[in-house]
T-cell receptor
């Protein structure tokens, strides 16, 4: 089955700096890569996603890049703000019904 | 639309008891997924159900764990004879179909086994 690895496990940045989270996946058949944000004690929420026919996608301060050949994808957050502090999960979907496999998460702390 | 509703939010059980976790999907959603989250870890897939059918239970332990999604009522994740290692947050997600872009999570049930 699919295996998703995520790095780093923790990340501290100064407010206004950029943050980058990287993930790799194992199943070359995976074609959908969502990113979820989970604030402390709350539910995971989708923040951005990308399909394998696209190399990059942006939504305001958030962008995701995908390298199918290398089987890795990254989340980029620019001009970070304290409210960006949360745990971020990457994920990949494969299989006939698109089961979603999650990475282990990155705890992002934005220091004011 | 009330979103995905899970109850209870917190559940405390003693070793050997049974835990029943409920998940009501969003209105119009007929696909339910259960995930387990251990402290400092990611979301581990457990089981995927459609109404009255288990589609994939490859992530669910063979013993003590079962899941159902009846024609009427919420999806139920049942853990029999709980052990301390079952302590975790259990999240349910629903979607209107099998495409993952429309996956919405509930607020989770925190199970604590004493």
């Amino acid at each position: 089955g699919e295996n998703v690895e995520q790095h780093p496990s923790t990340l501290s940045v100064q407010e206004g700096d950029s943050a980058v989270i990287k993930c790799t996946y194992s199943d070359s058949a995976s074609n959908y890569f969502p990113w979820y944000k989970q604030e402390l004690g709350k539910r995971p929420q989708l923040i951005i996603d990308i399909r394998s026919n696209v190399g990059e996608k942006k939504d305001q301060r958030i962008a995701v890049t995908l390298n199918k050949t290398a089987k890795h994808f990254s989340l980029h957050i620019t001009e970070t703000q304290p409210e960006d502090s949360a745990v971020y999960f990457c994920a990949a979907s494969s299989g006939g019904y698109q089961k979603v496999t999650f990475g282990t998460g990155t705890k992002l702390q934005v220091i004011p | 639309n009330a979103g995905v509703m899970q109850n209870p939010r917190h559940l405390v059980r003693r070793r050997g008891q049974e835990a029943r976790l409920r998940c009501s999907p969003m209105k119009g959603h007929s696909h339910v997924y259960w995930y387990r989250q251990l402290p400092e870890e990611g979301l581990k897939f457990m089981v995927y159900l459609q109404k009255e059918n288990i589609i994939d239970e490859s992530g669910m332990p063979k013993e003590r764990f079962s899941a159902e999604f009846p024609k009427e009522g919420p999806s139920i994740l049942r853990i029999q004879q709980v052990v301390r290692g079952d302590s975790a947050a259990y999240f349910c997600a629903s979607s209107p179909d099998s495409t993952p872009e429309k996956l919405f999570f509930g607020s989770g049930t925190q199970l604590s086994v004493l």
